[in-house]
């Protein structure tokens, strides 16, 4: 007898919305759990070749923290394209000029490097403040530790 493994087509999964306090949450702790969800790891009907995740809005994101020096020795680099046209900036620049942008890449770098986890990235609404728009959805609230 041959048992065939279930496989979830993304048509038949239920997304929910979730909203997580990001107040005094660790960068990369807060960031693998999102990715978890985003990419639905945490069903039990989880397929790597299709988006079975969740919605996720994350709020007050300049109030994460970094642990031991990071905050001033971790840097984050751009590239303009043209000659000598590296920019880069550490982590506590960064937090004040585009707090989104911390958690943001932190998340990115533990995702798919394809076009699923491009789909995946645009499910994770990130608002430095305490407000967001996306009430209509009614997200429900999750602690990560």
Do not use: C
């Not at 043209?82 to 533990?110: C, D, F, S």
């Amino acid at each position: 007898m041959s048992e065939k493994s279930f496989m979830a087509s993304e048509p038949e999964v239920d997304k929910k919305w979730y909203l997580v306090d990001a107040t005094g949450l660790v960068v990369g702790r807060l960031a693998s759990e999102l990715a978890i969800r985003l990419r639905g790891k945490d069903k039990a009907i989880f397929t790597p070749h299709n988006d079975t995740g969740d919605f996720i809005v994350v709020i007050n994101a300049e109030k994460v923290v970094f642990t031991g020096r990071k905050l001033d020795n971790k840097l984050y680099h751009r590239y303009s394209g043209h000659i000598g046209g590296m920019k880069e900036i550490n982590a506590r620049g960064l937090l004040n000029k585009k707090p989104t942008e911390v958690l943001a890449h932190a998340v990115k770098g533990m995702l798919p490097k394809n076009s699923l986890g491009r789909r995946q990235l645009k499910k994770l609404k990130i608002y430095a403040g305490g407000d967001h728009p996306h009430s209509a959805q009614k997200p429900q609230k999750i602690d990560i530790l």
